[in-house]
């Protein structure tokens, strides 16, 4: 008697509970789905809404690029009265100006990105502070200036044009694919 109950009892409760589990797995299986399809959603949000502000970056970064370009900085900031030393002073604070104006832009370019944009202020700085030690101490600013010109004419690619090209390849890459 028992073992008839027994078996009747598992005659009902087996399958219910091959149902419950089954139901279990489906729901769990559902809801990994739809949390994924909510992440994928949200991403897509979020990128649509992050692209511009990415795209507008890279354009920044590449006009502080062009503004620390030492031939742009000379011809902006050259004065025939300056010094040599005016001259090396007044370029080296708008680089690190622009710099410094710019440096939350890293947030949105690679970091190798980035990495070419200091290298490239780098270089920029320590060509003019070497150019500069090549003079005498009473030299012009016009003659400093000319003097970066033809180090620079001596260069395959400038810095800044070497990040800049950096940065367009980048930009193909990651966004006009």
Do not use: C
């Amino acid at each position: 008697m028992k073992m008839e109950s027994l078996l009747e009892i598992l005659k009902y409760t087996l399958p219910a509970l091959l149902v419950f589990f089954t139901v279990l797995i489906l729901l769990r299986s559902w809801s990994r789905n739809e949390e994924r399809r909510r992440q994928q959603e949200f991403n897509m949000q979020l990128s649509d809404d992050i692209l511009p502000v990415r795209m507008q970056a890279y354009e920044r970064i590449i006009l502080l690029l062009e503004r620390i370009s030492p031939d742009s900085m000379i011809l902006r900031l050259g004065r025939p009265e300056y010094s040599a030393n005016q001259l090396q002073k007044e370029l080296l604070i708008a680089i690190k100006q622009e710099y410094d104006h710019n440096l939350s832009q890293q947030i949105y370019i690679s970091s190798a990105g980035w990495e070419k944009v200091k290298t490239a202020k780098n270089q920029i700085t320590g060509l003019i502070n070497t150019t500069m030690m090549e003079l005498k101490p009473e030299a012009s600013g016009t003659t400093l200036g000319k003097r970066i010109l033809e180090r620079l004419a001596e260069l395959n690619d400038t810095p800044s044009q070497v990040a800049i090209n950096f940065l367009k390849k980048e930009v193909r890459e990651l966004f006009l694919n």
